[in-house]
């Protein structure tokens, strides 16, 4: 008896050592990722200049993606958040006001924040249980006690590692934002890359269903976060 369960140990043992190495790639949030894909996130919707120009193209190229929304322009725009959902892409907290030096002040007020923008969600989409969440800016060199405590409430919180710049100055064309996304994802097997659907993005829209074509040419698959 006792020697079954030395035997069984063992093989528990040597199961647990060999894990990390049969588990697949994990990503920075711990989600498992494989193959080429790029993962479009949208930050600053819905509106109505952008976020339903943005969704006609996706369901034409039948292309799904992540929307990172402000509580706050919600209001109004009930039908846009529905059709995020019903359309099958993946929706995201970002902020409620987006105001940095408000919701940056500490992390009781980036938690405020963050809640106030799920209400928002959830007031539209009562069974909405997203944890994915977009620091505004990225975390990127932020206080680590504000990343702290969004990861302490459940969150998942996603930067980028591309980028079509339309959100930089000078305002680009939409031939250049294309450049940036390709120039930006190089090498890069799994790309999440920023792109934004706020008010009057036209070159954003513009460049979209060349950007699909170029990034499905190079290979990837399109999917959106969490990776599955
Ligand atoms: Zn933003």
Redesign the pocket.
Known sequence: MIRKYKTAAAALAILLFLLPWLMPAHDAAGVSCDGKTVYLTF??GPTDSTTPYVLDILREKQVHATF?V?GRQIRGREAILRRLAEEGHSIGI??YT?VYNEIYASPAALLKDIELCREAIRDVLPQYRGTLY?F??GSFGLRSELIDAVKSKGYTPYDWNASVGDAEDPPKTADLLLQNALATSTGKKRVILLL?DGVRYNETIRCLPGLIDAFAAEGYRFDRLPCE
């Open positions: 930050d600053d990172f402000i970002h902020s987006h977009r505004p800016g934004h």
